[in-house]
T-cell receptor, first 113, second 112 residues
Framework: NAGVTQTPKFQVLKTGQSMTLQCAQD?????MSWYRQDPGMGLRLIHY???????DQGEVPNGYNVSRSTTEDFPLRLLSAAPSQTSVYFC????????????FGNGTRLTVT | AQRVTQPEKLLSVFKGAPVELKCNYS??????LFWYVQYSRQRLQLLLR??SRESIKGFTADLNKGETSFHLKKPFAQEEDSAMYYC??????????????FGGGTRVLVKP
């Protein structure tokens, strides 16, 4: 049981480049989300999804796109990377009904130069 | 809007000493509060939540609605408690899923 798997672990981009951060979970969780972690600011919600085909914006969605074509996968796309997007990105999932703990991936450390 | 504040960025204590991590929140309704922990080289994971009224690894946290606080306490800190701790809030209703608002985090360093 792998849980939540994020790839890549590290990435360096140049300003203006695009890329996709991958997230997959094998726990049949309906709810998936993306957070970014910045020093002193905790984790801030970027986008989330309550099920396949349904996505919504979180606190800091600008510059990011998501899609949820399957229950298992929830990729995060940076269309045109900016230095302000340098951060550590975490994908998390949980059951939707009631509250259950968020299961986090190991994170992706992204640097935009 | 909901907000979580952790006033201490770093907490350094000696092994065996008590440790208390402060968490204050702002939310107009009835919140659910959680503590998440991230040990070195490990994933962020749930430590405890107020609705369970549980003690995990010797840690307890009491929700004080009057003071809007959810401080995390342990009477005798151990070196393995050194980690990053995040307080988090989930508002109700849960129809929008398990969105959490996190505080800025407190790094705990337990010295031998």
């Amino acid at each position: 049981n792998a849980g939540v798997t994020q790839t890549p672990k590290f990435q360096v981009l140049k300003t203006g480049q695009s890329m996709t951060l991958q997230c997959a979970q094998d726990m049949n969780h309906e709810y998936m989300s993306w957070y970014r972690q910045d020093p002193g600011m905790g984790l801030r919600l970027i986008h989330y999804s309550v099920g396949a085909g349904i996505t919504d914006q979180g606190e800091v969605p600008n510059g990011y796109n998501v899609s949820r074509s399957t229950t298992e996968d929830f990729p995060l796309r940076l269309l045109s990377a900016a230095p302000s997007q340098t951060s550590v990105y975490f994908c998390a999932s949980s059951y939707r009904e009631g509250y259950s703990p968020l299961h986090f991936g190991n994170g992706t450390r992204l640097t935009v130069t | 809007a909901q907000r979580v504040t952790q006033p201490e960025k770093l907490l350094s204590v000696f092994k065996g000493a008590p440790v208390e991590l402060k968490c204050n929140y702002s939310y107009s309704g009835s919140p659910e509060l959680f503590w998440y922990v991230q040990y070195s080289r490990q994933r962020l994971q749930l430590l405890l939540r107020h609705i369970s009224r549980e003690s995990i690894k010797g840690f307890t946290a009491d929700l004080n609605k009057g003071e809007t606080s959810f401080h995390l306490k342990k009477p005798f800190a151990q070196e393995e408690d050194s980690a990053m701790y995040y307080c988090a809030l989930s508002g109700r209703p849960k129809a929008a899923g398990n969105k959490l608002t996190f505080g800025g985090g407190t790094r705990v360093l337990v010295k031998p």
